[in-house]
Every structure is written in structure tokens, then in C-alpha cells.
């Protein structure tokens, strides 16, 4: 069924549309490269974005993005294993989406994966409810919290670099404190972030890391270790998640399955396991 993949055309803008209503949250960073804040169809210059449309219905999307991305979106029907891959597009090096179909692209990638992360995927089922509990708990410890701004780089630099060490650089020796700046820089000029202080004294973030035209993709959730587990970081995301649910965008994100008390706070927040979420990182 391969000859079921073909280049996005403009008559598709509406079956587009409605796909990503209902599977956007399988993988936001596909939208993030096709649609501007505005809702504007506009596709980068170093992406390429197919549709896959057995019997006149659209079922997939794939697009190669910048800097190798491998990045589709599967209904539920289908994976790799229905379709295989458009035309000779192998030049990928990093393969990201949901977990099934992440796996079953990988048999076109033989030998040539470095390594695979799993994670859960989530996503938002519930809306939060304002709890003056929360709001007095607050003003009790003191905490306040507040969108930050390019202003706050180096306020947030020494969380940020806590949060990439614990969760995202997985060589310690590689981590680049002049990249990680230049990562935070960008993060808080085109993404939502918000900050929780402690009587001035930053303690923990969460923002967002990708937007698409539904759904918003939380990421780059830390609390400094000695304020966990005290329902900081609970506030912090349901605050952020409030915030995108008032500008029309649900939320998910992924989450290390291991990483069990994030997601007992993502649950409380309105959000629930959808399944498995995988990242392939190709030599």
C-alpha cells in the first residue's frame, strides 16, 4: 500500500484539519513545522509533508522536518508495517512518535539505530478546577508564580541545566552550558513558560516545548529536589495547563514510565495514559 503516500496538496487543508483534531496529540511536534501560532498553513522550506489516504480517507502523515526528523502520525488503524515508507526517504536521524508505529518503521532503519528511549504519552481528558485550597497553600509557603520572559534566562539557567542533566543528556560530558542558554533563550521567546518562586528564590518551571493548532506539548517540567513532593510542582502545571486551556489548546506530553511521581501529578492535572511513545536515535 505504499502508493497511498503522496504530497500534502492544498485541496487537503480541511481533511488535514480534522485528522489533527483527533490525532494531533499523538504527536504535536508534526504540526509545530506546517502551522504558525495563527493557525496558518505555512510548511518550512526543509520539511516535507506526506499523506497516506487508503480508499479516499486520510489515515497518516509523515513529515521529514528539519535536522532529520522522522516525525508521522498514525490513526489507530494503521502503522509502518500497513504502509511502509514513501518513495526512498531513509535520510532520517531521529525517529519520534508513537510507540507502534515508531517500531514498526524501525525494521527500514537496520542497523543503523543507536539507541531508543520509551516513555508514556498523556494526554489531557479533564478540566482543572480553580482550589482555594491550592491558592492558600501558596500564600502560606510563600510561593508565587508568573509567566517568565527572555529577561528571566539567566534567573531559570541553573534549573535548566539541572533538568537536561537529570533528563535529557544522557552523556553527562556532552552537556554544553553555552547550547543549554541558547536552548532556554529560544524556549522562553517562542514558548510558554511559567516560573515558581519561593519568596523570590526560583524552585521550579514547566512550560510548553511544542504547540500545534489543538493541542499544546508540555515539557521541561523540574522542581529542585528539595521542594518535591510538597504539591509545588502539581500547582505549577495545573496553573500552566489553565493557561492553554484559555487559549484553546488541550495538553499532553511524554513522560519516562519510570518516572512515577510526575506522573501521578500529571493525573491529578486532568491527564491520562494513552500508551506508549518511543524516540530512535539513528548513526
Known amino acids: 500500500m505504499k502508493d497511498c503516500w503522496h504530497l500534502f496538496r492544498a485541496s487537503e487543508m480541511a481533511s488535514l484539519r480534522e485528522f489533527l483534531k ?11 513545522y506546517f502551522f504558525t501560532r495563527k493557525g496558518l498553513f505555512k510548511l518550512l522550506k526543509t520539511s516535507v509533508l506526506y499523506l497516506c489516504t487508503p480508499n479516499e480517507k486520510l489515515e497518516a502523515l509523515l513529515l521529514k522536518g528539519p535536522y532529520g526528523l522522522f516525525l508521522p502520525i498514525f490513526s489507530e488503524n494503521y502503522d509502518f508495517m500497513d504502509f511502509g515508507l514513501p518513495g526512498d526517504l531513509y535520510d532520517f536521524k531521529t525517529l519520534m512518535g508513537a510507540g507502534n508505529v ?29 482550589n482555594e485550597k491550592d491558592k492558600e497553600q501558596l500564600k502560606r509557603d510563600g510561593l508565587t508564580i508568573r509567566r517568565a520572559t527572555v529577561a528571566d534566562a539567566q534567573l531559570l539557567f541553573p534549573l535548566q541545566q539541572a533538568y537536561e542533566l537529570e533528563e535529557v543528556i544522557m552523556d553527562p560530558a556532552t552537556f554544553s552550558p553555552l547550547l543549554c542558554m ?4 529560544k524556549q522562553l ?21 511544542a504547540r500545534g493548532l489543538y493541542y499544546a506539548q508540555l515539557g521541561g517540567i523540574y522542581t529542585i529536589p528539595a521542594h518535591r513532593s510538597k504539591g509545588f ?17 488541550s495538553t499532553c506530553l511524554f513522560v519516562k514510565p519510570e518516572n512515577t511521581p510526575a506522573i501521578s501529578v500529571y493525573k491529578k492535572c486532568g491527564m491520562d495514559d494513552i500508551g506508549d511513545f518511543r524516540i530512535s536515535y539513528l548513526f
Open 22 to 32: 483527533r490525532w494531533e496529540y499523538r504527536n504535536v511536534n508534526l504540526s509545530r
Open 233 to 249: 510542582s502539581q500547582v505549577l502545571v495545573q496553573h500552566l495547563i489553565k493557561e492553554l486551556n484559555r487559549l484553546n489548546l
Open 102 to 130: 515508531i517500531q514498526s518503521s524501525e525494521i527500514n532503519f537496520i542497523g543503523r539505530i543507536k539507541e531508543s528511549v520509551n516513555y508514556r504519552l498523556m494526554s489531557q481528558t479533564r478540566l482543572i478546577k480553580d
Open 182 to 185: 541558547e536552548n532556554l533563550r
Open 189 to 209: 521567546k517562542n514558548e510558554i513558560i511559567f516560573l515558581a518562586e519561593m519568596y523570590g528564590v526560583p524552585i521550579a518551571k514547566a512550560g510548553t516545548n
